[in-house]
C-alpha cells in the first residue's frame, strides 16, 4: 500500500509539472489567427498579435501574447500593448473550444482622438456575455493630455446586465479613482450612466442618459477640501450641484448651485473641447473674497487643470472687498491661458459709490492695467481709504476722474500716464511703489518707498491740508518710508498767498528727509527753499536756506488787512536771505536782507525743545521819514526831523515772550534806549518793560482836523512801560523836559499816571486817560503847574500873555475820533494864577492916562490908542473857566497892577469852532464908569469893539 501511495503522488507531480511545463515548451503559433479573431470579437476593433504566444494551464488556464496591436476604428482610438492576457474557460478548452473568462491589456498606450469623431454609445452586441476586461499598468493620452499607471477593470454580465469600469490612475502627478456603471440600452438606443471620479482631496459624481448617437444628459454632484488643487481659485472647502451634458466637443455644467468656503454661489462651468480645449466659469455670488480670487489668479501655478488649457472666469457679486477696501457691484472677466492672465471689463463701486473700472494682462511675473476712476464723493472714498481729512473744508475733495496705467510686478506697483481732474484741476504724472525688503525679501530697503512726480494747472491748498501732528507723531510716520517727490503746478493758492509756476523737489531716504528745492513766483517775487532734516530722536537740521528776490509787496497779501499801510515800503526791491542748522536745542540761524535802502542783520540761538532762545537784530536806513511815513503818515517828515534810523537790539525769547536786553533806537531826531519785553501768549501782545529817550518829537496835529486819531488801535496792544525823556518837542520847540511817566495799555484804554516834568521852569504833574476801546474814543486829563516862567508870547493871539510866573489846574474830559471832535466836546474847568506877568493885547495904564485928560476929544482918542493894542504889566492875574460843549466861559478872570488898576474879562470861548466873545472892562477913574473892549469873531483875528460911550457921558456930565 505504501508503494502504491507513493507511486501516485509521484504520478501526480509529474502530471502537474507536465501541465506547467510542457504548454510552454509548445509553438502554439496555429493558434495566433483564431485568438486574433477571438480578441476581435471582444474588443469591437482589429487585434494584431506580432509578439510570442504561450499557453498556461496552471494555477488558471490562460493564454500570454505580446506585442499586441489594436487597429483603429471609425471612433479613431488607437490602442498599443506591451501583452494580452486571455483567461480561458477549462472545461471548453477540455473539449478544444476557447472561451475566454478575462481580458487584460498589460502595458496598453490608449489614444484617443481629440476632438473625437463621435462620443460612442457603448451599445453592447446582444451576443455579449460576461466579460472581466482589465487594462494593468497602462497610459492613456487623450489629445494633449496623458494619464499614467492607468489601472482598470471592465465587467460584464449576461445580455440585460450593465458594464461595470472600475479603476485608478495619476494626473500630472495627481492619483484619481474612477467608477463607471452603464446600463444596457433600450429599443431607443438610451442607456443610463453612473459616473464618480475621486482625487486630488475632491469627488465628482454624474448619473444621467448615454444617447444612442452619442452625448450625456443628467445631473451631478462635485466637492472637495481645496478647490485651488483643481482650478485657479481660493483655497478651501467646495461644493457644486447642477446640470451636466457632454457631446463630441463641449462638456457643459448648468445651473450650478456652488459653495466656497460656506459661501454660496450661482454659475455655470463649459469645458470645450474643439477646436481647442477651453474652460469657461461664471460665477454670481452675493459676497465674494476677491483678496483670496486675485492672489488665486496672480499664483496659478500647480493646480491639477493642465496649463495648456485655458480657463476664463467671469465673476460677479454684489459685496467684497480687496485690500480691506469694501467694494459693491463687482464684473469682470478673467482669462488665464498658460502664464498669462487678461483681465477685461472688470468693474466695482468703491465707497462713495467711486467707480472704477480694470483691464489688462500679465506678462511673465509683471501684470499691466488700465484703471479708469470717476468719482462725486472722493471724500467719503477717502475716509474709507483710511485717510484722516478732520479739519478739511467739507466743500472739497469731491469730484475727480482720472485714466492711468498701473503695473504689478513682484513687490512694485507703477502707475504712468496719469490724467485726472481733481475738483477741476487737470493733474498729470507718474509714480511708483515699492514694498520694503526688495524681491523674495532679500537686499533692498526695509522699509517701503514711494516715488511720486504730478504736475497740475491749478493748485489750491485752502481747506484741503489737514492739521499737522505733533512733532513726535510726525517723525514716526515719516520714519516708516521712503519717499521721492517731484511736484510742479503752474499756480498755487493757500491762505492770502497766490504763487506760479510752483516746483517741490523732496525726498524721504534711510530716516533723513531732504528738501532739494521749493520754488514758486508771487506777484513779482521769486521764493526758494532748500534744507535737510535727520530724523529721529533729536531731530537734527542741516543746510536750510530760504531766499526771496524781486518786489516786496508780494508779501502784502501775507500780512493782516490792518497793514495795507505797508504797501509802498513793500513795494521796494526785496532780497533776503536765511540760513541755519543743527540741533532742536541749539538751531542756528542767519538772516540778512534789504528791502529798499534798510538793511537787516540778524543771528539767533534757538532752543526749540525749551523754547527759548537768543540773538541779535541790527536794522539801519538812511532816512528815517522816508522810512516810516508809510507807518505814520506823510506828516511824520514835519515832526521826526531828518536824520537816520538804526535798531540795534540784544534778544532773548523763552515760548512766547521775547526781551529786548538793550535796544537802542535812532529815528530821525529821536533817540532813545532801554529794555522792553513782548509777551504774546495772551489775548493781546503785552508790551513791559524801561526806556529813557533823549528828544522825543510829537506831531503837531491841527486843532480842529477831522482826519480820525486812530484811537481804536490802541486795543490791538497791551503795554506797561515806565517812560523817561529828557526833551518832549513839538514842531521843533520845546515842550517839556525832564518828563517822566508810567504808561499803562490795557483793553484799549492809555493811561498815563504820574506824570512829571519840567514846564517854563515850573513843575507839571497830572495824569492822562485815553479810552480808545470806546465808541466814541473818550478822554480825561488832570493836570496842575507851579512856577511856570513865561518869558514870550504864549499863544501869538490879539490878546495873550507875554511874560509872568504861572501856576494852574486844569480837569477836562471830552470825546470823539478827531481834533475837532474832541474840541466840540471839551468839558471840566480850568483855574489860573499869573504873578509878575505881562498881559498883551491893550495898555491899561495908557488907558487909565487917557482918563484924566480934560478935553474929551482927546481923551476919546487916547481910550481908543489904549484898547487897540500894547501890553499891561499886572501884578496878578487869575481866574476860573468852566468848559461845557467845547465851550469856556470865564468867571471871574481879574487882573490887578502895582498901581491900584484893575480889569475883568467876561465872555466865552468857543473852542470847536475857534471863535471868542469876550468882553474886557477896566475904570480910568475911581467912580467913573467902566471902559470895554469886546473881542468877538475867529480866535486869531477877532474884531476889536471898544465900549466908550458911558464913560464919555459919565465924564461930559462933569
Same mark, same amino acid.
Given at each position: 500500500?505504501?508503494?502504491?501511495?507513493?507511486?501516485?503522488?509521484?504520478?501526480?507531480?509529474?502530471?502537474?509539472?507536465?501541465? #506547467?511545463?510542457?504548454?510552454?515548451?509548445?509553438?502554439?503559433?496555429?493558434?495566433?489567427?483564431?485568438?486574433?479573431?477571438?480578441?476581435?470579437?471582444?474588443?469591437?476593433?482589429?487585434?494584431?498579435?506580432?509578439?510570442?504566444?504561450?499557453?498556461?494551464?496552471?494555477?488558471?488556464?490562460?493564454?500570454?501574447?505580446?506585442?499586441?496591436?489594436?487597429?483603429?476604428?471609425?471612433?479613431?482610438?488607437?490602442?498599443?500593448?506591451?501583452?494580452?492576457?486571455?483567461?480561458?474557460?477549462?472545461?471548453?478548452?477540455?473539449?478544444?473550444?476557447? =472561451?475566454?473568462?478575462?481580458?487584460?491589456?498589460?502595458?496598453?498606450?490608449?489614444?484617443?482622438? #481629440?476632438?473625437?469623431?463621435?462620443?460612442?454609445?457603448?451599445?453592447?452586441?446582444? #451576443?455579449?456575455?460576461?466579460?472581466?476586461?482589465?487594462?494593468?499598468?497602462?497610459?492613456?493620452?487623450?489629445?494633449?493630455?496623458?494619464?499614467?499607471?492607468?489601472?482598470?477593470?471592465?465587467?460584464?454580465?449576461?445580455?440585460?446586465?450593465?458594464?461595470?469600469?472600475?479603476? *485608478?490612475?495619476?494626473?500630472?502627478?495627481?492619483?484619481?479613482?474612477?467608477?463607471? +456603471?452603464?446600463?444596457?440600452?433600450?429599443?431607443?438606443? @438610451? %442607456?443610463?450612466?453612473?459616473?464618480?471620479?475621486?482625487?486630488?482631496?475632491?469627488?465628482?459624481?454624474?448619473?444621467?442618459?448615454?444617447?444612442?448617437?452619442?452625448?450625456?444628459?443628467?445631473?451631478?454632484?462635485?466637492?472637495?477640501?481645496?478647490?485651488?488643487?483643481?482650478?485657479?481659485?481660493?483655497?478651501?472647502?467646495?461644493?457644486?450641484?447642477?446640470?451636466?451634458?457632454?457631446?463630441?466637443?463641449?462638456?457643459?455644467?448648468?445651473?450650478? &448651485?456652488?459653495?466656497?468656503?460656506?459661501?454660496?454661489?450661482?454659475?455655470?462651468?463649459?469645458?470645450?473641447?474643439?477646436?481647442?480645449?477651453?474652460?469657461?466659469?461664471? /460665477?454670481?455670488?452675493?459676497?465674494?473674497?476677491?483678496?483670496?480670487?486675485?492672489?488665486?489668479?496672480?499664483?496659478?501655478?500647480?493646480?491639477?487643470? !493642465?496649463?495648456?488649457?485655458?480657463?476664463?472666469?467671469?465673476?460677479?457679486?454684489?459685496?467684497?472687498?480687496? &485690500?480691506?477696501?469694501?467694494?459693491?457691484?463687482?464684473?469682470?472677466?478673467?482669462?488665464?491661458?498658460?502664464?498669462?492672465?487678461?483681465?477685461?471689463?472688470?468693474?466695482?463701486?468703491?465707497?462713495?459709490?467711486?467707480?472704477?473700472?480694470?483691464?489688462?494682462?500679465?506678462?511673465?511675473?509683471?501684470?499691466?492695467?488700465?484703471?479708469?476712476?470717476?468719482?462725486?464723493?472722493?471724500?467719503?472714498?477717502?475716509?474709507?481709504?483710511? /485717510?484722516?481729512?478732520?479739519?478739511?473744508?467739507?466743500?472739497?475733495? +469731491?469730484?475727480?476722474?482720472?485714466?492711468?496705467?498701473?503695473?504689478?510686478?513682484?513687490?512694485?506697483?507703477?502707475?504712468?500716464?496719469?490724467?485726472?481732474?481733481?475738483?477741476?484741476?487737470?493733474?498729470?504724472?507718474?509714480?511708483?511703489?515699492?514694498?520694503?525688503?526688495?524681491?523674495?525679501? &532679500?537686499?533692498?530697503?526695509?522699509?517701503?518707498?514711494?516715488?511720486?512726480?504730478?504736475?497740475?494747472?491749478?493748485?489750491?491748498?485752502?481747506?484741503?491740508?489737514?492739521?499737522? !501732528?505733533?512733532?513726535?507723531?510726525?517723525?514716526?510716520?515719516?520714519?516708516?518710508?521712503?519717499?521721492?517727490?517731484?511736484? &510742479?503746478?503752474?499756480?498755487?493758492?493757500?491762505?492770502?498767498?497766490?504763487? =506760479?509756476?510752483?516746483?517741490?523737489?523732496?525726498?524721504?531716504?534711510?530716516?533723513?528727509?531732504?528738501?532739494?528745492?521749493?520754488?514758486?513766483?508771487?506777484?513779482?517775487?521769486?521764493?526758494?527753499?532748500?534744507?535737510? @532734516?535727520?530724523?529721529?530722536?533729536?531731530?537734527?537740521?542741516?543746510?536750510?536756506?530760504?531766499?526771496? *528776490?524781486?518786489?516786496?509787496?508780494?508779501?502784502?497779501?501775507?500780512?493782516?488787512?490792518?497793514?495795507?499801510?505797508?504797501?509802498?515800503?513793500?513795494?521796494?526791491?526785496?532780497?533776503?536771505?536765511?540760513?541755519?542748522?543743527?540741533?532742536?536745542?541749539?538751531?542756528?540761524?542767519?538772516?540778512?536782507?534789504?528791502?529798499?535802502?534798510?538793511?537787516?542783520?540778524?543771528?539767533?540761538?534757538?532752543?526749540?525743545?525749551?523754547?527759548?532762545?537768543?540773538?541779535?537784530?541790527?536794522?539801519?536806513?538812511?532816512?528815517?521819514?522816508?522810512?516810516?511815513?508809510?507807518?505814520?503818515?506823510?506828516?511824520?517828515?514835519?515832526?521826526?526831523?531828518?536824520?537816520?534810523?538804526?535798531?540795534?537790539?540784544?534778544?532773548?525769547?523763552?515760548?512766547?515772550?521775547?526781551?529786548?536786553?538793550?535796544?537802542?533806537? @535812532?529815528?530821525?531826531?529821536?533817540?532813545?534806549?532801554?529794555?522792553?519785553?513782548?509777551?504774546?501768549?495772551?489775548?493781546?501782545?503785552?508790551?513791559?518793560?524801561?526806556?529813557?529817550?533823549?528828544?522825543?518829537?510829537?506831531?503837531?496835529?491841527?486843532?480842529?482836523?477831522?482826519?480820525?486819531?486812530?484811537?481804536?488801535? /490802541?486795543?490791538?496792544?497791551?503795554?506797561?512801560?515806565?517812560?523817561?525823556?529828557?526833551?518832549?518837542?513839538?514842531?521843533?520847540?520845546?515842550?517839556?523836559?525832564?518828563?517822566?511817566?508810567?504808561?499803562?495799555?490795557?483793553?484799549?484804554?492809555?493811561?498815563?499816571?504820574?506824570? +512829571?516834568?519840567?514846564?517854563?521852569?515850573?513843575?507839571?504833574?497830572?495824569?492822562?486817560?485815553?479810552?480808545?476801546?470806546?465808541?466814541?474814543?473818550?478822554?480825561?486829563? =488832570?493836570?496842575?503847574?507851579?512856577?511856570?516862567?513865561?518869558?514870550?508870547?504864549?499863544?501869538?493871539?490879539?490878546?495873550?500873555?507875554?511874560?509872568?510866573?504861572?501856576?494852574?489846574?486844569?480837569?477836562?474830559?471830552?470825546?470823539?475820533?478827531?481834533?475837532?471832535?474832541?474840541?466840540?466836546?471839551?468839558?471840566?474847568?480850568?483855574?489860573?494864577?499869573?504873578?509878575?506877568?505881562?498881559?498883551?493885547?491893550?495898555?491899561?495904564?495908557?488907558?487909565?492916562?487917557?482918563?484924566?485928560?480934560?478935553?474929551?476929544?482927546?481923551?476919546?482918542?487916547?481910550?481908543?490908542?489904549?484898547?487897540?493894542?500894547?501890553?499891561?504889566?499886572?501884578?496878578?492875574?487869575?481866574?476860573?473857566?468852566?468848559?461845557?460843549?467845547?465851550?469856556?466861559?470865564?468867571?471871574?478872570?481879574?487882573?490887578?497892577? =502895582?498901581?491900584?488898576?484893575?480889569?475883568? %474879562?467876561?465872555?466865552?470861548?468857543?473852542?470847536?469852532?475857534?471863535?471868542?466873545?469876550?468882553?474886557?472892562?477896566?475904570?480910568?477913574?475911581?467912580?467913573?464908569?467902566? @471902559?470895554?473892549?469886546?473881542?468877538?469873531?475867529?480866535?486869531?483875528?477877532?474884531?476889536?469893539?471898544?465900549?466908550?460911550?458911558?464913560?464919555?457921558?459919565?465924564?461930559?456930565?462933569?
Amino acid at each position: 500500500m505504501r508503494r502504491a501511495g507513493l507511486a501516485a503522488a509521484g504520478l501526480l507531480l509529474v502530471l502537474a509539472g507536465a501541465l #506547467w511545463l510542457v504548454p510552454r515548451l509548445l509553438d502554439w503559433e496555429s493558434w495566433r489567427p483564431q485568438l486574433a479573431e477571438l480578441a476581435t470579437a471582444r474588443l469591437g476593433r482589429p487585434v494584431q498579435l506580432d509578439g510570442p504566444i504561450t499557453l498556461v494551464l496552471l494555477p488558471q488556464p490562460r493564454i500570454e501574447a505580446q506585442q499586441v496591436s489594436v487597429g483603429p476604428a471609425a471612433d479613431g482610438i488607437s490602442i498599443t500593448a506591451r501583452g494580452l492576457r486571455l483567461r480561458l474557460d477549462l472545461g471548453a478548452l477540455l473539449t478544444g473550444r476557447l =472561451e475566454p473568462r478575462e481580458l487584460a491589456l498589460v502595458g496598453g498606450d490608449v489614444a484617443l482622438p #481629440w476632438p473625437p469623431v463621435a462620443l460612442p454609445g457603448f451599445r453592447a452586441p446582444p #451576443w455579449l456575455g460576461p466579460l472581466d476586461a482589465r487594462l494593468e499598468d497602462s497610459r492613456l493620452r487623450i489629445g494633449g493630455l496623458q494619464a499614467e499607471a492607468v489601472n482598470a477593470r471592465l465587467q460584464t454580465g449576461g445580455a440585460t446586465e450593465a458594464v461595470v469600469a472600475e479603476g *485608478s490612475l495619476a494626473w500630472r502627478g495627481y492619483a484619481a479613482r474612477f467608477t463607471l +456603471q452603464l446600463g444596457r440600452a433600450g429599443f431607443d438606443g @438610451v %442607456a443610463p450612466l453612473e459616473f464618480s471620479l475621486a482625487g486630488v482631496g475632491s469627488t465628482l459624481s454624474a448619473r444621467g442618459a448615454l444617447a444612442a448617437e452619442g452625448g450625456f444628459e443628467g445631473r451631478m454632484e462635485a466637492g472637495g477640501n481645496d478647490l485651488a488643487a483643481l482650478l485657479p481659485a481660493p483655497s478651501g472647502p467646495w461644493r457644486a450641484t447642477g446640470r451636466l451634458t457632454a457631446a463630441a466637443d463641449l462638456i457643459a455644467a448648468g445651473d450650478l &448651485a456652488f459653495e466656497l468656503n460656506a459661501q454660496p454661489a450661482r454659475g455655470a462651468a463649459t469645458f470645450r473641447l474643439a477646436p481647442d480645449a477651453r474652460l469657461d466659469i461664471a /460665477l454670481n455670488a452675493g459676497r465674494l473674497d476677491l483678496d483670496a480670487w486675485v492672489a488665486a489668479l496672480r499664483q496659478s501655478r500647480g493646480y491639477a487643470l !493642465p496649463q495648456a488649457v485655458p480657463v476664463s472666469i467671469d465673476l460677479s457679486a454684489e459685496a467684497t472687498g480687496f &485690500a480691506g477696501l469694501p467694494l459693491r457691484r463687482l464684473r469682470g472677466g478673467f482669462f488665464l491661458e498658460g502664464d498669462r492672465l487678461s483681465l477685461s471689463d472688470v468693474s466695482a463701486l468703491l465707497p462713495g459709490d467711486t467707480g472704477i473700472e480694470v483691464a489688462g494682462a500679465t506678462a511673465g511675473p509683471r501684470m499691466e492695467l488700465a484703471v479708469h476712476v470717476a468719482t462725486k464723493t472722493l471724500r467719503e472714498t477717502l475716509a474709507a481709504l483710511g /485717510l484722516n481729512l478732520a479739519g478739511t473744508d467739507p466743500a472739497r475733495l +469731491q469730484t475727480a476722474e482720472g485714466r492711468f496705467k498701473l503695473a504689478l510686478e513682484g513687490n512694485e506697483a507703477a502707475f504712468s500716464d496719469l490724467v485726472a481732474t481733481l475738483d477741476g484741476a487737470r493733474l498729470t504724472g507718474n509714480g511708483v511703489w515699492r514694498q520694503g525688503g526688495g524681491p523674495g525679501g &532679500a537686499g533692498g530697503s526695509p522699509r517701503p518707498s514711494f516715488g511720486l512726480g504730478l504736475s497740475i494747472d491749478r493748485l489750491d491748498l485752502n481747506g484741503v491740508l489737514p492739521p499737522l !501732528p505733533d512733532a513726535a507723531a510726525l517723525n514716526a510716520r515719516l520714519a516708516g518710508f521712503e519717499l521721492n517727490l517731484r511736484l &510742479a503746478a503752474e499756480r498755487v493758492v493757500w491762505g492770502n498767498l497766490s504763487a =506760479e509756476r510752483a516746483t517741490l523737489d523732496a525726498a524721504l531716504e534711510n530716516g533723513r528727509a531732504t528738501l532739494r528745492r521749493l520754488a514758486l513766483r508771487t506777484g513779482e517775487l521769486d521764493a526758494a527753499a532748500s534744507g535737510a @532734516v535727520q530724523l529721529g530722536t533729536p531731530l537734527r537740521f542741516s543746510d536750510a536756506i530760504l531766499e526771496l *528776490s524781486g518786489a516786496g509787496a508780494a508779501l502784502l497779501p501775507l500780512l493782516p488787512a490792518d497793514r495795507a499801510a505797508l504797501a509802498p515800503m513793500l513795494a521796494q526791491p526785496l532780497a533776503l536771505r536765511l540760513s541755519g542748522g543743527g540741533a532742536p536745542e541749539a538751531l542756528a540761524l542767519r538772516g540778512e536782507g534789504d528791502l529798499g535802502a534798510l538793511r537787516a542783520e540778524a543771528g539767533a540761538t534757538l532752543d526749540t525743545l525749551q523754547g527759548r532762545g537768543s540773538g541779535t537784530l541790527t536794522l539801519r536806513h538812511p532816512g528815517a521819514p522816508r522810512l516810516l511815513a508809510p507807518l505814520l503818515g506823510p506828516e511824520v517828515v514835519g515832526w521826526l526831523g531828518p536824520g537816520s534810523f538804526s535798531v540795534i537790539a540784544a534778544l532773548s525769547g523763552q515760548g512766547r515772550t521775547v526781551t529786548a536786553e538793550h535796544l537802542d533806537l @535812532v529815528a530821525g531826531s529821536f533817540r532813545g534806549r532801554g529794555q522792553m519785553t513782548l509777551a504774546l501768549d495772551g489775548a493781546r501782545p503785552r508790551l513791559t518793560g524801561r526806556f529813557a529817550a533823549d528828544v522825543l518829537p510829537l506831531p503837531v496835529l491841527p486843532l480842529r482836523g477831522t482826519r480820525p486819531l486812530g484811537l481804536d488801535r /490802541l486795543a490791538a496792544l497791551e503795554a506797561e512801560l515806565a517812560l523817561e525823556v529828557a526833551r518832549v518837542e513839538a514842531g521843533g520847540d520845546l515842550v517839556l523836559d525832564a518828563a517822566s511817566t508810567a504808561l499803562k495799555l490795557a483793553g484799549g484804554t492809555l493811561r498815563l499816571e504820574g506824570l +512829571q516834568a519840567r514846564l517854563g521852569g515850573g513843575t507839571l504833574k497830572g495824569r492822562l486817560a485815553v479810552e480808545g476801546a470806546a465808541a466814541p474814543p473818550r478822554l480825561a486829563l =488832570e493836570a496842575t503847574l507851579a512856577d511856570a516862567i513865561i518869558s514870550g508870547p504864549l499863544f501869538d493871539l490879539p490878546l495873550d500873555l507875554g511874560a509872568g510866573r504861572v501856576e494852574g489846574t486844569v480837569r477836562l474830559a471830552a470825546e470823539g475820533h478827531s481834533t475837532a471832535a474832541i474840541l466840540a466836546t471839551l468839558a471840566g474847568e480850568a483855574t489860573v494864577a499869573v504873578r509878575d506877568g505881562v498881559l498883551v493885547g491893550f495898555d491899561l495904564a495908557a488907558l487909565q492916562e487917557a482918563g484924566g485928560i480934560a478935553d474929551l476929544k482927546a481923551a476919546e482918542a487916547a481910550l481908543r490908542q489904549a484898547l487897540a493894542g500894547g501890553a499891561t504889566a499886572f501884578e496878578r492875574l487869575e481866574g476860573r473857566a468852566g468848559l461845557e460843549g467845547g465851550r469856556a466861559v470865564l468867571d471871574g478872570m481879574r487882573l490887578t497892577t =502895582e498901581g491900584g488898576g484893575e480889569a475883568v %474879562a467876561t465872555g466865552a470861548i468857543d473852542l470847536g469852532r475857534g471863535a471868542l466873545d469876550l468882553r474886557v472892562a477896566a475904570r480910568p477913574v475911581a467912580d467913573a464908569a467902566e @471902559v470895554g473892549l469886546r473881542l468877538t469873531g475867529p480866535v486869531g483875528a477877532p474884531r476889536r469893539l471898544p465900549e466908550l460911550a458911558g464913560f464919555l457921558r459919565w465924564r461930559a456930565e462933569r
